[in-house]
């Protein structure tokens, strides 16, 4: 078994967030066992070939678990600092530097991408240009979508659109003008779609900032969290957790480039280049192209859910936090809407979850899952190394159980 190490305790111990209480909570051991039986039973059945959990409770790491292998082919058993692809975890760091420079007064979320982006002026069907702002960016009620959402036919395939995890061969600039040829899916603000918005706002940054976005986020986020092992490019490609695509009997480790079919409701095809990871040529994603490892995600979370620390107002957090499209947009199905950078809870009977009102969540397509309880206290990351069994498969709600209570 792999226990939490002093690495990680560390760091944690550092965060910007309030102090760890004294004593463990008495069902800790309880709440071990339970997670332990979750990712014991996925690895056995082969769901998922490894895995790192880790739970925070009011400050406190109260469990952190590894199990199973970063490198099955290698041998290479999984560690709690075992970097990860953060996919689609990228987001709410992204979200956070964003809203640092609005606090800073350099940027406002309702000012139009032009007066930062002048060239990127995408249309309605009808031709006419709509109004996008900021917030819409942020929110992905802008109108743009993501290419996995469309067939192999669709606009964003036909325009060469990269959703931020293949190797385009382009730079930001370019990715950027080909997306605004394709017409947007809805007038912005008037419904919501997933999309490549913050790839969007990341470009906003670097202009707002006069900074790259790795530069920028660098100074906003990972530096002040002290999250140390969390960039656009893996200083240790070797490290990294080797990516596994679902398949019968087993898992099947990603070539350079595959696309890996999507659940129906969810969409096509993510098309998956691992390698990216370690090019130093790929443009940054601010939607899907960072790595990073679980003790460092669970410092921003730990921000997050105790207002801010000294990254951000708690005003700003609050902001963030409250539900800005409404419960009907389903945003992870039934009772879900969506604030600054993550899904949130509105309604747990409808979504049918032990979760509180006001949880965040969110996740990432190389198999990770993460959630936020501010009611309960909790901050939670599940990161995987297949797709998609630990991003949409019966993994993350397993792992959300065994941390309520509930007996796998």
């Given amino acids: 078994m792999d226990l939490l190490t002093p690495l990680l305790a560390a760091a944690i111990a550092t965060a910007p967030v309030p102090p760890p209480v004294e004593a463990p909570h008495p069902q800790d051991a309880a709440l071990a066992a339970r997670v332990d039986r979750v990712l014991e039973r996925a690895v056995a059945e082969g769901r998922i070939v490894g895995a790192v959990v880790v739970v925070a409770r009011d400050g406190r790491i109260v469990h952190a678990r590894a199990a199973g292998l970063a490198d099955r082919e290698a041998g290479r058993p999984m560690t709690v600092d075992t970097p990860f692809r953060l996919a689609s975890m990228t987001k709410p760091v992204v979200s956070v530097a964003l809203m640092r420079l609005v606090e800073q007064g350099r940027l406002r979320l309702d000012d139009p991408v032009t007066r930062w982006l002048p060239g990127f002026r995408p249309r309605l ?36 659109v990269s959703d931020g995890l293949d190797h385009a061969g382009i730079d930001l600039d370019e990715n950027l003008q080909r997306l605004a040829r394709a017409p947007l899916h809805f007038a912005p603000g008037t419904a919501w779609r997933y999309s490549l918005g913050i790839d969007v706002l990341g470009a906003v940054i670097e202009r707002a900032s006069g900074r790259s976005l790795p530069e920028a986020v660098a100074q906003l986020v990972t530096g002040p969290l002290g999250m140390l092992d969390t960039g656009f490019v893996a200083v240790d490609p070797g490290a990294l957790a080797v990516p596994y695509a679902d398949g019968a009997p087993a898992p099947v480790r990603m070539p350079a480039e595959i696309a890996v079919p999507l659940p129906a409701e969810i969409g096509h095809a993510v098309r998956f280049a691992p390698d990216r990871a370690a090019d ?5 994603s601010g939607g899907g192209g960072m790595v990073g490892t679980a003790g460092d995600f669970v410092r921003l979370l730990e921000a997050v859910r105790s207002g801010g620390g000294a990254l951000l107002r708690p005003e700003t957090v609050a902001q963030m936090r409250r539900d800005q499209v409404g419960a009907q947009a389903q945003t992870q199905g ?18 049918g979850t ?3 009102r006001g949880t965040l969540q969110w996740g990432g397509a190389y198999g990770h899952s993460w959630f936020v ?3 309960a206290g909790l901050s939670v990351v ?17 792992v959300r159980d065994a941390v309520y209570g509930m007996a796998p």
């Fill in 354 to 356: 032990p979760q509180h």
């Fill in 373 to 375: 309880d501010p009611v």
């Fill in 280 to 284: 130093r040529s790929a443009f940054p």
């Fill in 382 to 398: 599940a990161l995987t190394n297949t797709a998609f069994e630990g991003m949409s498969g019966a993994f993350p709600a397993e």
């Fill in 125 to 160: 069907a009808d031709g006419s240009e709509p109004v996008v702002a900021l917030h819409h960016l942020l929110t992905h009620t802008s109108g743009l979508g993501y290419g996995f959402q469309e067939p192999e036919d669709g606009p964003y395939h036909r325009l060469g």
């Fill in 334 to 351: 039934p009772g879900w809407g969506f604030g600054y950078g993550w899904a949130v809870l509105e309604d747990p009977a409808a979504a």
